[in-house]
């Protein structure tokens, strides 16, 4: 105010005229009651309730109002920027209630003196004179209407005015002004009258508030409609021409109705506002809630739920570059009396089911027990008391790592959990940060494997939200003031094993795919989990994509046993139909680490491949991790025609024909129940195989190495020559011999070969075309009369 005086006096050259000392004595006077008033500020403070007390308001990340905490004095108070209301209330309530509010000191004297006269004549307070300063300090301060506090009330409006600009003044009173009921200020009344943020409130709706502001006791609308709608007419009539609206718009303008219910908050974002309530006051809080897919997701929630006759449910979804999360739905019927649809199922800790199974495979592969390929055995077990089955009751002997996780079999995943000891789910979670949780966690117990330690959905959607990036786990964020980089996580596992996993996970059976293929072509490619508790009262599944981590949990938190909820009948479906949203069209997937190879394996075992292993499959493997050891499981036998009765080599005769076989050789449990289901039919009539196995090494059948030959020097030698012979194979054809390393001929494979001795020490090495091998060391004397 000041300044504009004196630019007002420089640009008049007022000081050239006859005025100068009066305006000078005007400007001191103004100056000194200024200073007055900004002293009487330590003395007099302001009241708290301009600026506290405000209910905490939360928003979805569209900015629309999602929650109101009602204040300490009960009221929907919710703190708004002038900025963030639309101009119609700004410039309509001064145009209304104060034309003159941004020219005056915080009274304005004409309409003081207009009301005392008003007053006089009617022999009571009918009119206060109050500018918007003024009922702001009336607001701050209720009193009763006498002069007396008329009086107090002015000398409160010249310390706002002292205190705040302007636009603070009419910003807080905008924010404290009563709007019917325990609604306070424009922000709040906006959302429970129009469900509407104050900005995008339009020319009728503003007049409507500004109205109800005027009296909020008879124009509230959910209340006295007909009131409101006299009151929002003599509004807009009093302010149309500030934005230039003519008469005859006025008419269509003014035709709706009113309000006449509150609107109220959406149930299904109770669970997390209640779950953040822990959290330090602050006035303002946006969610990373996308409310359009927030709706979107219950929908579907409920509509499985309705089917599976299921009130308890839960479902999050995580944007995994951010680790924001979308969607938080802890209680699908929270509407319902039904007692148990109050608790937040996001945040209860249930039975996971087979969901931790994905984190076992990750830390066998990364501790080299198994590779994508490599075959477990799959037959009832006894690990130490603890006797795992399947959830078919049924076994297939021998599965592949990825077909055992795919299919979420028991025996594979206990079995690893022995293996890895401490190195499993109890790693997994220390390295997490889990808190102490790890420490409940004996190395020994082996039921973790199948849901014994029980889980949150929040912190699955957290384990499973470190495969999509890269092995690295953050922690959920709900609010956009808190932001997470991703790389700053703790890392769980590495990117090498994360990857293989997802592949095998992606590959895990849709319920929701046709059969024809030609209608899966928008279905979006998922890496995802199911899992379901003893006694089918928990379903989980749990999947991602590079994109997306989504977490859905339906479930009985009264623990009533049912036949009907398992992972993929239940949950499943309404993950998959979120992701199909979500992913339409999108085919983005997990890039192959460096760390990560492709190699083929044996079909049979799926180790390295042996000379005997005719039939190979590609695998992932992660080349500083894996096993790199060749097959064993087959063998190569000689057994006679006909009989199939398998003889070592010594036991050839002349007079039997024979043929070779390859074998598959197991452990001797595993070869027992293969047998036992009829998936294993060995005739060989030796009791013990291995004495009949031949290696991949070219056997020599002489020289003997257990003889020690004697060689006379006075005797020609050309008839002392050791004979070398070797059993050829049926693909061999020649053989090349060498002694001690220096060739020493060619021969055809079923002839003898023979060689004068010049060693005492001599070991003999014979090859054939095939690359394969054989070695003999003897000794050799040389005798001499």
């Known amino acids: ?80 920027k002038l900025k963030e209301i639309s101009p119609y209330i700004v410039k309509g309530i001064k145009e209304y209630e104060d034309k003159f509010f941004y020219f005056h000191p915080g009274f304005n004297p004409v309409s003081i003196a207009r009301a005392v006269l008003i007053n006089l004549k009617s022999g009571k307070i009918v009119s206060g004179g109050s500018t918007i300063t003024m009922q702001l300090a009336r607001l701050s301060e209720p009193k009763d209407r006498t002069v007396i506090n008329k009086f107090l009330e002015l000398l409160r409006a010249m310390q706002l005015e002292t205190r705040y600009t302007k636009r603070k003044i009419l910003e807080l009173y905008l924010n404290l002004i009563p709007m019917g009921g325990n609604i306070q200020g424009i922000g709040a009344a906006s959302f429970f009258y129009f469900n ?62 009113v309000p006449t219910e509150r609107f109220w908050f959406e149930n299904n974002i109770i669970p997390l506002i209640f779950r953040l309530k822990k959290l330090p006051y602050k006035k303002t809080r946006f969610l990373t809630i996308d ?79 198994i590779t994508e390929k490599r075959k477990l055995f799959d037959v009832p077990e006894d690990f130490y008391g603890y006797k795992p089955k399947n959830f078919s009751n049924k076994y297939d002997g021998i599965v592949s790592t990825d077909e055992a996780l795919i299919r979420s079999l028991n025996i594979p995943a206990v079995y690893l959990s022995e293996k890895l000891g401490g190195l499993g789910v109890k790693y997994i979670f220390k390295k997490a940060g889990f808190g102490e ?82 209608f899966t072509k928008d279905k979006p490619r998922v890496a995802f989990k199911t899992g379901t508790s003893y006694g089918f009262v928990d379903s989980w599944a749990i999947g991602y994509t590079p994109r997306y981590t989504i977490g859905v949990w339906i479930g009985k938190l009264d623990n009533k046993f049912t036949k009907i909820l398992t992972g993929i009948n239940a949950a499943a479906p309404v993950l998959l139909n979120i992701f199909d949203e979500l992913e339409r069209l999108n085919d983005e997937w997990f890039k192959k680490p460096d760390g990560v190879a492709k190699r083929k394996v044996c079909a049979v075992s799926g180790m390295v491949p042996g000379n005997f292993c005719n039939e190979l499959v590609e695998e992932y493997y992660i080349p500083k991790y894996s096993d790199n050891s060749v097959c064993d499981v087959h063998k190569r036998i000689i057994v006679e025609k006909g009989t199939d009765k398998a003889v070592s080599i010594d036991d050839i005769v002349a007079s039997k024909e024979y043929e070779e076989k390859i074998i598959e050789v197991w452990d001797e449990k595993i070869e027992y129940y293969l047998k036992k289901m009829g998936k294993k039919n060995l005739s060989f009539s030796q009791g013990n195989l291995k004495d009949v196995f031949i290696d991949d090494t070219l056997k020599i059948s002489s020289p003997n190495k257990n003889i020690k030959y004697v060689i006379n020097l006075d005797k020609d030698l050309e008839y002392q020559k050791i004979p070398l012979l070797a059993y050829e194979y049926p693909d061999s054809s020649f053989f090349y011999w060498y002694a001690n390393g220096n060739y020493i001929g060619k021969i055809k494979s079923d002839e003898y070969f023979y060689h004068c001795p010049k060693d005492k020490n001599i070991i003999y090495t014979v090859i054939d075309e095939k690359g394969r091998t054989g070695r003999v060391e003897i000794k050799v004397d040389f005798m001499k009369k």
């Open 1 to 80: 105010m000041i300044n504009k005086i004196l630019l007002f006096i420089k640009e008049k050259e007022i000081f050239k005229k006859k005025y100068t000392k009066a305006i000078l004595i005007i400007i001191s006077v103004y100056i000194a009651i200024k200073l007055i008033f900004l002293l009487s500020l330590f003395v007099f403070p302001l009241p708290d309730i301009l600026t506290e007390n405000y209910s905490q308001t939360y928003y979805y990340r569209d900015g629309s109002i999602a929650w109101i905490d009602m204040n300490d004095s009960e009221q929907y108070r919710t703190y708004t």
């Open 196 to 257: 509407r943020t104050p900005f995008k409130l339009s020319f009728a709706e503003s007049c409507l508030l500004i109205g109800i502001s005027n009296s909020p006791v008879k124009n509230r609308p959910d209340k006295y409609a007909n009131n409101a709608k006299i009151q929002r007419k003599k509004v807009a009539r009093k302010i149309h021409k500030k934005f230039k609206i003519l008469k005859s718009e006025l008419i269509n303008i003014l035709a709706g109705d």
């Open 291 to 369: 409310k359009d897919l927030q709706e979107l997701s219950l929908t579907m929630l409920k509509n499985k739920m309705n089917i599976l006759e299921c009130l308890n449910g839960s479902v999050i979804v995580v944007d995994n570059k951010t680790m924001e999360v979308l969607v938080y739905i802890g209680s699908p019927f929270y509407e319902l009396a039904h007692n148990s649809v109050k608790f937040n199922a996001c945040n209860i800790h249930r039975s996971p089911g087979s969901t931790l199974k994905p984190f076992i495979y990750a830390r066998a592969m990364e501790e080299g027990i």
């Open 437 to 518: 949780k790890y420490r409940d966690i004996e190395d020994t117990d082996l039921s973790v494997a199948l849901g014994s330690y029980l889980m949150s959905l929040e912190e699955m959607v957290e384990l499973y939200s470190a495969l999509a990036n890269k092995g690295i786990i953050n922690n959920l964020i709900y609010l956009k003031s808190d932001k997470c980089n991703i790389n700053d996580g703790y890392r769980i596992l590495s990117e090498e094993s994360t990857f293989i996993i997802s592949e095998i996970l992606s590959n895990v059976y849709r319920p929701d795919l046709p059969i024809s293929w030609e």
